[in-house]
């Protein structure tokens, strides 16, 4: 059973950093390209980051760029998001997904395999 588990969330003040991380379990990461995503309250899921299953290419939302980096750590099966300078427009809940063998659409939200069930962020002014 596939198991995408987010954590790291918290509730923070403006300028902090936080560093997530999603844990995959009966899956191994290193075929699957893994992105961040976050749901604000009463929006749509948006794209946040997305990092390919190759490694070799990156896309971020342009209001996190410069302050979030994705990362991956194939050997532990877990994937990071670094969140700096976070600002109270980052609130949201955060989740991860993974889509096999994924090279194109980093930054659609549709067709991944697997998503976790999100870990609260929280940034107050």
């Known amino acids: 059973q596939v198991q995408l588990v987010e954590s790291g969330g918290g509730l923070v003040q403006a300028g902090a950093s936080l560093r997530l991380a999603c844990a995959a379990s009966?899956?191994?990461?290193?075929?699957?390209?893994m992105g961040w995503f976050r749901q604000a309250p009463g929006k749509e899921r948006d794209v946040v980051a997305t990092l390919t299953w190759t490694g070799r290419t990156t896309y971020y939302a342009d209001s996190v760029k410069g302050r979030f980096t994705i990362s991956r750590d194939n050997a532990k099966s877990t994937v990071y998001l670094q969140m700096n300078s976070l600002k109270p427009e980052d609130t949201g809940v955060y989740y991860c997904?993974?889509?096999?063998?994924?090279?194109?659409?980093?930054?659609?939200?549709?067709?991944?395999?697997?998503w976790g069930r999100g870990t609260q962020v929280t940034v107050s002014s």
């Open positions: 009966g899956l191994g990461i290193a075929i699957y390209t």
């Open positions: 997904a993974a889509d096999r063998f994924r090279d194109s659409r980093l930054d659609s939200v549709a067709g991944y395999d697997y």
